[in-house]
């Protein structure tokens, strides 16, 4: 379907991943839709990507493209970001741009990640991303209520409007805390911790469901501009 809309050509396509938490496969089914559009033809690069050391999401780079990071000097110490320059001047028909709500170290073109999003768009170049729903600005407050953690990254809503698609990536909360337990999500010494704070069944239940009922809002919203447009 990104494919279908990328084709159209009139204008650039922006779809969101998002998951109840980290771990459900966000980064892992974008790089599959980098895979997909490639084998089609379709110019693909790599803008930012997490693996987090998971093997399994690190195989699925393989021969795509990757625009190196530029590295910014902060405090006597050197860090990589996603080198947005570099990506406009590439001009990929689609970039891949993961940890959307991530905060740009000082010195690079924008403060947060999903304004490089919107430059991109902005100039012309697709963007499949990825979030989780924790990060959402307006859910902010419920999550804290929820699972007593202060998200301090955030993602304006009004972001979400810009999307083409948002779609839910999702696991059973069995599978998400199997997972865990392996080790595939966070390093050993976090493990235990995790389990037994944000990564409670409860809490990923009530996160499950910010989710869906995200992904549920905005399909309604699309299909309600699409009628208006057509009576229009």
């Not at 969101?16 to 110019?43: E, N, P, S, W």
């Not at 001009?91 to 940890?99: G, R």
């Not at 990825?130 to 407050?141: G, R, T």
């Not at 990923?204 to 699409?226: D, F, K, S, T, Y």
């Amino acid at each position: 379907s990104f494919l279908a809309m990328t084709d159209e050509r009139d204008r650039p396509r922006l779809r969101v991943y998002i998951g109840a938490a980290a771990g459900v496969g966000k980064t892992f089914r974008m790089l599959q839709d980098a895979h997909q559009l490639k084998a089609q033809g379709v110019d693909v690069v790599i803008g930012a990507i997490e693996t987090h050391g998971r093997i399994e999401t690190e195989e699925q780079i393989l021969d795509l493209e990757v625009v190196p990071p530029q590295k910014i000097m902060y405090r006597g110490n050197v860090f990589d970001e996603m080198d947005l320059t570099a990506i406009i001047d590439r001009k990929p028909d689609v970039a891949l741009v993961d940890e959307l709500a991530h905060t740009n170290i000082t010195g690079a073109t924008n403060q947060k990640r999903y304004e490089d999003v919107l430059t991109l768009l902005a100039n012309g170049i697709s963007v499949i991303t990825a979030v989780n729903i924790q990060h959402i600005e307006s859910l902010n407050d419920i999550v804290q209520r929820t699972t007593g953690v202060k998200v301090r990254e955030t993602v304006p809503d009004c972001f979400f409007k810009e999307a083409d698609e948002v779609i839910d990536i999702d696991v059973s909360i069995d599978t998400l805390r199997t997972r865990l337990r392996q080790g595939k999500i966070y390093s050993i010494e976090k493990i235990e911790q995790s389990l037994n704070n944000f990564f409670r069944k409860g809490n990923l239940a009530a996160l499950r469901e910010l989710a869906l009922r995200e992904v549920a809002q905005h399909q309604a919203e699309v299909v309600a501009v699409g009628v208006l447009v057509h009576q229009l």
